[in-house]
């Protein structure tokens, strides 16, 4: 006899949500305190996000939603379930990682779990497989990589695997090649085209080459890194001005989707304008429709890495290593909150009052809002 699912609430869901959306834990954390499987969490936060709008609608939200939900109803025994499963896969990017196309798995959609399993390529068995929390074990192993990488960003699994051999630690290339792809991690170093492009999204093209970058607001670059915590890690991402070393913004996550990108840019754009040109990897983060039309809307040229160009994007691996060396390791967070608060604490030190030799020895407040205001007055 199978042993039967256990039903979760909506005010469970939501209440798991919300701990995950307030981004002070880890999922790992998450994981344990509630008994739900990680996959679960980031999609019970995904719906959040997505149907918090739908709270301010305009009108009688309540009529709206009855007479939605009706035609919905009636939508559904009309065209069957063929159209149901083209709406499902409509939704679903097939495109992404396994672990992100298991989070979209609803236990409570029109389909069963198994048809949804099967229309993304996701193993039933993985969708209930519910995970220990990380081993101490394996968070050093990850601590490690981190560390090692952040001092040599040109390191691949082989450099990796003899530079963790002559700590004394014996670990297969399989496995780090698991860990760097958990982490995010890729050697900043040319390469063979060995990359698949991703065809459901568009992919713009480079305009840096030979191109003198020497002003504020002329070039925005971004990306995202891991930070190590207690119990798990947390992602994190900035908006650099390329010129002036300047973050314009930065947010940390305990998901890695394209959301928490978003939230960062948004508020650059709020802040500071817009930039000529915005330059980005190819992560699937930055070249979703949702990050891209935020900048066509505004009106910014979108400039994305070759693969191969291991040079593409080295300020912002310079301010990783910044980030951690000199903050992060000394200061180890216990929650997300702490972290964010220190965090906090380093952009505003790393912008006000940390001098770079490359700026004349300028911090990056000094040569970027130096500099706008002599182009502003220029200009008047």
């Known amino acids: ?38 996959t679960m969490i980031s999609a019970w936060k995904q719906e959040l996000v997505k149907r918090a709008g739908e709270l301010f609608e305009r009108g009688n939200k309540a009529a709206v939603a009855e007479d939605a939900q009706k035609m919905i109803d009636d939508l559904h025994r009309k065209i069957g379930q063929l159209q149901v499963e083209r709406d499902f896969l409509g939704r679903a990017a097939r495109h992404l990682p396994t672990a992100e196309r298991r989070a979209m798995i609803a236990p409570n959609a029109e389909l069963s779990i198994n048809r949804q399993c099967a229309l993304l390529g996701v193993a039933r068995s993985s969708f209930y497989h519910r995970p220990q929390a990380e081993s101490a074990e394996e968070l050093d192993l990850l601590a490690r990589l981190d560390r090692i990488f952040t001092d040599h960003p040109v390191y691949g699994s082989r450099r990796l695997q ?3 051999g002559r700590e004394g630690i ?6 780090i090649r698991r860990l760097m792809k958990k982490l995010g991690l890729c050697a900043v170093r040319p390469k063979p085209n060995t ?24 070039v925005w670059s971004t990306d995202i890194t891991y930070i190590p915590m207690r119990q798990g890690f947390l992602y994190l991402v900035v908006i650099l001005d390329w010129s002036t070393r300047r973050v314009l913004a930065w ?13 960062a840019l948004r508020e650059a754009l709020a802040r500071f304008g817009r930039p000529e040109i915005f330059n980005s990897d ?14 066509r809307e505004h009106g910014v040229q979108i400039s994305m890495d070759g693969r191969g160009r291991c040079h593409d994007n080295i300020f912002v691996e310079r301010l990783w290593w910044t980030v951690k060396h000199e903050w992060v390791y ?24 940390r001098p770079h030799q490359a700026l004349n020895w300028q911090t990056p407040d000094e040569a970027y809002f130096g500099s706008t205001a002599a182009a502003t007055a220029k200009a008047a």
């Open 1 to 38: 006899m199978g042993v039967k699912r256990k039903q979760h609430g909506a005010e469970f869901k939501a209440r798991v949500a919300m701990a995950a959306l307030s981004g002070e834990k880890t999922l790992a954390e998450l994981s344990a305190e509630f008994g739900v499987h990680a």
């Open 162 to 164: 003899v530079a963790l």
């Open 170 to 175: 014996s670990v297969g290339r399989r496995r």
């Open 195 to 218: 990359s698949k492009p991703n065809h459901e999204h568009k992919i713009y093209p480079y305009l840096l080459r030979d191109k003198v970058i020497d002003r504020p607001n002329q």
């Open 251 to 263: 947010r940390l996550s305990n998901t890695l989707t394209v959301g928490f990108c978003i939230e």
């Open 282 to 295: 190819q992560g699937s983060q930055f070249t979703s429709e949702e990050f891209t039309k935020v900048l």
């Open 330 to 353: 000394l200061r180890p967070a216990a929650t997300g909150i702490e972290q964010k608060r220190s965090l906090s604490e380093f952009f505003d030190w790393y912008n006000r009052r």
